[in-house]
């Protein structure tokens, strides 16, 4: 089946530590999106990324890190220039700018 | 800068009632309306999607439609069912990307 697949589904990161969260898809999609969810706020952009070897901010890309050398692939970086990184990561992918969205599973990750 | 809005926050309604979501978003000019399903600690499931040249899709029991110009969608759910119980998200693309509401928290009582 296709879909797009988040790992690990849970990650704690110590103070300090750049940690990277992995997103994959077998969609053949063009268009991957890296969005962070807080309690009680909406989803809020990150990066994205419409074709291989290219990507760009989103609204909140402060202390994050993406690459796309893959088509499958869009990992992201949370570095330690991230102050406050607690929060639930969700990776998507969509055929293109305007289409419909696929979400994987999410990750959360916690600062210990 | 497109702004999305959900009301109500949370909804609960004994099982068997037929219920509805609202989204308003500010900029009329987009590409479509997307509604998700979304289980605690989980990712979002897509219910629906809408393009901007179409009034209304459905899928079994939900129903959505949207009135570009007014700037609203709404979320049908018939006769609904203590597994409705999840938050709905509703989400517009336009020129920029996909926005996003806060969600309606659902519950349904048995």
């Known amino acids: 089946d296709g879909g797009i697949t988040q790992s690990p589904k849970y990650l704690f990161r110590k103070e300090g530590q750049n940690v990277t969260l992995s997103c994959e898809q077998n969609?053949?999609?063009?268009?991957m999106y890296w969005y962070r969810q807080d309690p009680g706020q909406g989803l809020r952009l990150i990066y994205y990324?419409?074709?291989?070897?290219?990507?760009q901010k989103g609204d909140i890309a402060e202390g994050y890190s993406v690459s796309r050398e893959k088509k499958e692939s869009f990992p992201l970086t949370v570095t330690s220039a991230q102050k406050n990184p607690t929060a639930f990561y969700l990776c998507a992918s969509s055929i293109n700018r305007g289409g419909g969205y696929t979400f994987g599973s999410g990750t959360r990750l916690t600062v210990v | 800068k497109q702004e999305v809005t959900q009301i109500p926050a949370a909804l609960s309604v004994p099982e068997g009632e037929n219920l509805v979501l609202n989204c308003s978003f500010t900029d009329s000019a987009i590409y479509n309306l997307q509604w998700f399903r979304q289980d605690p600690g989980k990712g979002l499931t897509s219910l629906l999607l809408?393009?901007?040249?179409?009034r209304e899709q459905t899928s079994g029991r939900l129903n959505a439609s949207l009135d570009k110009s007014s700037g609203r969608s709404t979320l049908y759910i018939a006769a609904s069912q203590p597994g409705d119980s999840a938050t709905y998200l509703c989400?517009?693309?336009?020129?920029?990307?996909?926005?996003f509401g806060a969600g309606t928290r659902l519950t349904v009582k048995p």
């Open positions: 969609l053949n999609h063009d268009a």
């Open positions: 809408i393009q901007s040249s179409q």
């Open positions: 989400a517009v693309i336009d020129n920029n990307d996909m926005r």
């Open positions: 990324s419409q074709i291989v070897n290219d990507f």
